[in-house]
């Protein structure tokens, strides 16, 4: 029996997104990933946002981050635990979905830790398109984790940069960076402190991990001019930027309610001005005033770039032809007899389990439109 | 290589939770899932509890309710769409996950629309087996839709109902919840009227889904020591009792935060006197005081429940050899090297694919216990 609307979920596995990665190539995921964020930010007003909601551990965090505009909900399930790396798992794990908000069926069930290094990376360069000074070229990149190789990718496309100065409290991590990035286009300089990489730079990107009230930019490594790109303070007691840094600074931030609580401006008063970037991607504020202005975002990860993310995915992985179905929904007969479905006789929810993944991307963009 | 924590996640789809409900029997799921509620409620202390984060739209609602003890983290993907049963899909759809809170580790993915409908229904009658007079055998059940044949069995063997009064202003979803209850051991009745439906009973069960601010149950029909359990009014503007019958009756909630906003005592004032249902659970409060007393459960579903239901489910997985393992996260040789999974040339991410449910699930309990 077909229902007019099956409850279909496409399930992107790590392994797809894996594939899809190296089949578009990941210089075209991050670009693309940006032009979606761009988009969404322009249209900010029509989203239905709040914080994420946190639960603290002694280890870590586990966040949940929803969000919706008219036609789509998205959330995303995340982790951070620094401590992860010494067990063999990424400090970062995420995934997420996509549902209809005229059903709440969900439709995209997708892996989002890969993905997220790609947002994060994407969201970054958006803001350093706007608040770098043109023809900046030199970046310090402090923190050579997980992340860090895709920062310098899109940093590399998206704002120009050519020269990356590293450091890390792990040494090693810093080597494996500088070998991952081997032969992409950059000049690399393995420094032996944050205020080394600092040095002559036209932007400080910070991408730590460590849960702690840190001060990696110090107000003596910042010159006129800089822009800083600050993305590992986006937990209470977890910042990298002197608050020193901030008050001489032009600070813009993703949603400013949820930044006040995460990002490095947590160290600042209630009334701290701050800005937040779709004002200036839409146009409504003109970002970098001048040139010898030292600008800061002040980024923690905001639901709407996850949620410009599982488009991207989905719409690759539809191009394709990437993932599977899976039945996360019963399928029922008749809706408002669900114990039908568990009567040791019925059959009625073993059917319909023959639909492509092809079938469930059209109807799910079928319905959308109807 | 094998990592010594693999980021395995086991899946249960909705036919896999058909299967398991089959293999068990519904009756054997809902008490086990009641003794788990009852248990955990017990220790309502030790959870990270907060209301659920709504995101209401003009046809339903979708919802993310997470809660945490020191071990693990859970959270339910929950809509409410009541026009849903139009298109041919369930009101209620959900799913959700349990996670190690140490590492933030997935590591149970179910379906949860069935297991929501057990798991309300065990909620109800561990309410009622403390708040209804004892001996309590007739009820009435207005609302005859997909929930109603759950709260009819978890009654029969958690309380001893024997008699149900059923009424629905859709005549067909009576007639449908009387087919499937034959022969299993009621006296049934349906009724022209809610009021008719009420006559006689000892309990009121009230399970309706339409989003209104309905009066389903008025004072006329409340007689002294009857126990209503009323489970549709459960979202701002969704409720179901008059206003009068709650400022006579004794209120018991699950979180009062929650049930405060989304609960039928929305419309009374912000100090109506509530208690907790844990603190009857765990003997704090006497619950019922007399035999006259007229209580209600004004239920509206809390995290905890399901925290309750995946635990119950997954157990009961492990135990039939049901679900599978699926890649949720992506297996990395070095966690710090993400990138190197996507690297066109890399295989890591490809690797150590073949682990079972049971040693994923073993792991997962090992892991749990180290």
Not at 160 to 178: H, I, M, N, P, Y
Not at 189 to 217: L, M, R
């Amino acid at each position: 029996m077909l229902m007019p609307h099956l409850p279909s979920t496409v399930y992107l596995s790590a392994p797809d997104l894996v594939q899809l990665v190296r089949r578009k190539g990941l210089p075209a995921c991050i670009a693309g990933v940006a032009e979606r964020i761009e988009a969404d930010f322009r249209r900010w007003g029509e989203f239905d946002k709040s914080a994420r909601v946190a639960s603290h551990s002694s280890d870590g965090v586990i966040e949940l981050m929803p969000i919706a505009d008219a036609a789509q909900f998205a959330f995303k399930y995340v982790n951070g635990h620094p401590k992860n790396t010494r067990h063999g798992l990424p400090t970062v794990m995420a995934f997420g979905v996509l549902a209809d908000v005229d059903t709440g069926t969900p439709r995209l069930l997708s892996e989002l830790t890969l993905t997220t290094a790609i947002r994060t990376a994407a969201m970054s360069a958006v803001a350093a398109r706007r608040l770098a000074r043109p023809g900046s070229t030199r970046m310090a990149l402090i923190g050579n984790g997980a992340q860090s190789e895709f920062q310098a990718l899109a940093f590399r496309d998206l704002v120009g940069v050519r020269e990356l100065r590293l450091f890390d409290t792990d040494r090693a991590a810093s080597a494996k960076l500088a070998a991952n990035l081997a032969g992409l286009g950059f000049k690399l300089t393995i420094c032996g402190s944050a205020a080394e990489a600092a040095q002559g730079v036209d932007i400080i990107s910070t991408v730590t991990a460590d849960k702690a009230n840190a001060t990696i930019v110090t107000p003596e490594m910042v010159r006129p001019g800089m822009h800083i790109n600050g993305v590992g303070g986006d937990c209470p007691g977890k910042t990298e930027l002197h608050p020193a840094v901030l008050a001489d600074a032009a600070v813009f931030v993703e949603y400013e309610p949820q930044t006040r609580v995460e990002g490095d401006i947590q160290q600042m008063p209630a009334d701290f001005g701050v800005t937040e970037l779709w004002q200036v991607l839409a146009g409504h504020h003109p970002g970098r005033t001048h040139a010898e202005q030292v600008t800061v975002f002040d980024s923690v990860g905001f639901a709407l770039e996850d949620y410009s993310a599982l488009c991207f995915v989905r719409d690759a992985a539809a191009e394709l032809g990437l993932g599977q179905v899976i039945e996360l929904m019963p399928r029922v007969a008749d809706p408002k007899n669900l114990f039908a479905a568990l009567a040791p006789s019925a059959e009625a929810a073993e059917q319909d389990a023959g639909l492509g993944v092809a079938d469930a991307l059209d109807q799910a963009h079928a319905f959308q439109h109807a």
